[in-house]
């Protein structure tokens, strides 16, 4: 029988590249690194409560009065439990995980929903990043990207893109023949049919994409945090480590009331491009 | 005789893989399932050449299957034919780049689709103005054009409404204006009344033709109802299995079918909507006031054998009925003047009315029905039982079963609206 060791195939390939792209993995941090500072930047600059004016304002515009007051409501407690600072932080690497997941996702998935070639290729692909354990790759990332944030960030973009590319293909191939057909004929470029027709008739099954990996990108907070990604991940890891319930419990609260808001608000970007208010 | 606007010549389109070895085949005169079984090849279109004048309505029927919209797809290349030419003006469409079939479909051809196949996300307006936006023409131009066509289709007021917003008839009249605001050389129509429940379809149909007699537009039209195709078409293409089957006027093909199919589905035609009036009314008898008198009247209605007899003036216009009871009362009183007389509230029908409208009219009418032209002249009667017979006849003959009953359109209307009596 022939000894395949695919596990040591693996690791050889991690050392490989760990030691050969140096240079090239460390500009990648480096770059990650500053998108991060600058949402936390961003985040931390106001004072607490001015911040948690502005998520109101935002829900309010989006969702209306009852989330304005929880998201005000909500924040004004995240600081209360002096959480402030790594609820800001975790807040911004979802933001950097996600735009990146957007970024590379969405063109993926128009790729995939053009090609069917590209599709087989991807679908077994996007499986394997769902399912495969997260802590099957939290060592490799460690190895290549060294303990911190971006390591965070890349293996929460591992769980978290899937859905992006998934339903961004999806909602581009359900766009009805007749409106295909129609953009056609009337003479638009491939171009202008994708940009014109295509993805505004897809956006809504995007967004509920976007809002997916949102919430898969929250739930890899707490993952992430046993890799030195700070945030409200090391608050809950240092709960369960140090066996402080309080500690644990408020953690956990801070990434409840987080998940609720980000999932209310992004649950309504995908609704408005649909229907409008007479 | 002036060049087509657009010409069919021998097309072919055949689906499926390395269609080239399906020619042969059909060269021997192999089925169209035969061929599927032997090549898994399915054939669309088999040898349909037709050409389309300038200002005419022309329309493609047949049932699903029969090769009519895979025909009116080729026609602007959604789908490319697999053998033959298309002349738009005596320009191969086959031949043409990408560029030129571009600008064909910009400025040349557009289509209404059978679900509209309108953006959801722009509004009557935006979607009116893709056409022209996507030629690249400047903002305030194509939204000048735009509200223009949506005005002729009877939109003005609704440039800022959603799709969503609309009904189905109103959608599609914002797919009539889409097609409409490039001022295309051919509209290409794909049984684009089809999704509309039966009223607004006949409404629609209604207003189409309203719009032709103004705009004199070159229209493609695809159905699979006859009386559709009847009522709209100036020449009406019948297809079967990807050929064409019989090419004619409405007369043509309801006087002289080209074969058992066609006259198979010529029986199937509501024959009441096609017979009007005119064609079943019977001549009137009838006496001139104020010159005849009641004398002249009753001698008039023996001679005829009836109880009553119309009054016109001197120049044939109808003035009312009178009946043989008047008409000796009268004449025994020795009054001369019938006029105050006549029974007045008769029910007064025009000449190309067709029968299925009088039909309740009949039931319910106590005198026969008046015939007039639209200047009040008389030119005929109907009885109430020649009515009553004519559509009762008609209407069992249909009830023939035919292996035509279930059209596509019937299996449509039956998902999309639940219950339709006919």
């Given amino acids: 029988m022939i000894d395949f060791r695919l596990g040591e195939i693996f690791e050889q390939i991690v050392l490989f590249i760990q030691r050969n792209f140096h240079t090239s993995l460390r500009a990648i941090r480096n770059s990650i690194n500053g998108m991060l500072d600058l949402f936390t930047d961003v985040l931390t600059f106001p004072h607490p409560l001015i911040m948690a004016a502005i998520f109101a304002a935002i829900a309010w515009r989006c969702a209306g009065k009852g989330l304005a007051a929880f998201a005000f409501f909500g924040m004004a407690l995240i600081y209360n439990m002096t959480l402030w600072e790594p609820t800001m932080s975790t807040l911004a690497m979802v933001l950097s995980a996600v735009l990146i997941a957007l970024v590379l996702g969405v063109p ?17 692909l996007l499986d394997f990043m769902q399912t495969l354990p997260a802590f099957v790759y939290l060592i490799p990332m460690v190895m290549l990207f060294s303990l911190g944030a971006v390591s965070g960030i ?10 992006a590319v998934r339903l961004t293909n999806l909602g581009i191939r359900q ?15 491939p171009g202008q049919m994708l940009f014109k027709a295509e993805i505004p008739v897809a956006a809504p099954t995007i967004m509920a994409g976007v809002n997916q990996t949102i919430m898969l990108a929250l739930s890899m907070v707490v993952i992430a945090g ?40 992004t649950q309504t970007f995908g609704r408005k491009t649909k229907t409008r208010n007479p | 005789m002036t060049q087509p606007i657009l010409e069919v010549k021998n097309l072919y389109k055949i689906f499926g893989h390395r269609p080239e070895r399906v020619f042969p085949l059909l060269e021997q005169g192999e089925s169209k399932e035969a061929i599927l079984e032997k090549t898994g090849c399915t054939v669309g279109i088999n040898n349909a050449s037709f050409s389309i004048e300038k200002g005419e309505v022309f329309v493609v029927m047949g049932l699903s299957g029969s090769g009519k919209s895979t025909v009116i797809r080729c026609l602007n290349r959604l789908i490319d034919p697999t053998r033959g030419e298309v002349l738009l003006q005596g320009d191969d469409l086959m ?51 735009a509200r223009e066509a949506l005005k002729l289709v009877g939109l003005a007021g609704y440039e800022d409404s959603y799709p969503s917003e609309l009904s189905g008839g109103m959608q599609q009249r914002v797919g009539l204006a889409r097609a409409l605001a490039n001022d295309p050389e051919v509209l290409l129509m794909d049984e684009a009344f089809s999704a509309l429940d039966p009223l607004i379809r006949t409404q629609m149909q209604d207003e189409l033709l309203e719009l032709q007699a103004r705009m004199h537009k070159t229209i493609v039209f695809i159905t699979h109802d006859l009386d559709e195709a009847l009522k709209l078409g100036d020449r009406i293409v019948i297809m079967k299995d990807g050929k064409v089957v019989q090419i004619g006027t409405p007369e043509d093909i309801l006087t002289q079918p080209a074969d058992d199919y066609v006259r198979a589905f010529v029986r199937n035609v509501d024959r009441t909507r096609v017979i009007t009036a005119a064609n079943i009314m019977r001549k009137a008898a009838s006496i001139t006031y104020p010159v005849d008198g009641p004398r002249v009247a009753a001698r008039e209605m023996e001679r005829i054998g009836s109880s009553s007899v119309f009054v016109v003036n001197q120049d044939r216009k109808f003035c009312g009925l009178l009946t043989i009871d008047t008409a000796l009362k009268l004449e025994k009183d020795k009054i001369q003047d019938v ?12 000449p190309d009315t067709p029968i299925s409208d009088l039909f309740l009219t009949a039931l319910q009418a106590k005198y026969p029905l008046v015939v007039q032209d639209p200047d009040g002249h008389l030119l005929g009667m109907l009885d109430r039982a020649t009515v009553l017979r004519e559509v009762t006849e008609l209407t069992e003959s249909e009830r023939e079963p035919t292996p035509f009953t279930e059209t596509d ?14």
């Fill in chain 1, 108 to 124: 993926l998935g128009i790729l995939m929903a053009k090609s069917s070639i590209a599709e087989k290729i991807m679908r077994p």
């Fill in chain 1, 154 to 163: 890349f293996a929460t973009l591992i769980f978290a893109l899937p859905p």
């Fill in chain 1, 175 to 189: 766009v009805p023949e007749d409106i295909r057909d129609a953009a056609t004929a009337f003479g638009s470029t």
């Fill in chain 1, 226 to 265: 046993l890799i030195g990604a700070g945030g409200l991940g090391e608050v809950v890891n240092r709960g369960l480590t140090q066996a402080r319930i309080d500690v644990g419990f408020e953690g956990g609260l801070s990434i409840v009331i987080l998940a609720i808001y980000l999932d209310r608000v």
């Fill in chain 2, 95 to 145: 031949k043409m780049d990408k560029k030129h079939l571009l600008d064909a479909r910009r400025n040349r051809l557009s289509m209404v689709f059978q679900h509209f196949g309108l953006l959801p996300h722009r509004t009557v307006l935006k979607n009116t103005e893709y056409g022209l936006e996507v030629s690249g023409m400047p903002s305030d131009t194509r939204s000048e054009k």
């Fill in chain 2, 339 to 350: 006029y105050p007389h006549l029974i007045t509230d008769l029910f007064i029908t025009a």
């Fill in chain 2, 409 to 422: 359109g019937y299996h449509e209307l039956k998902t999309e609206h639940g219950e339709v009596s006919a």
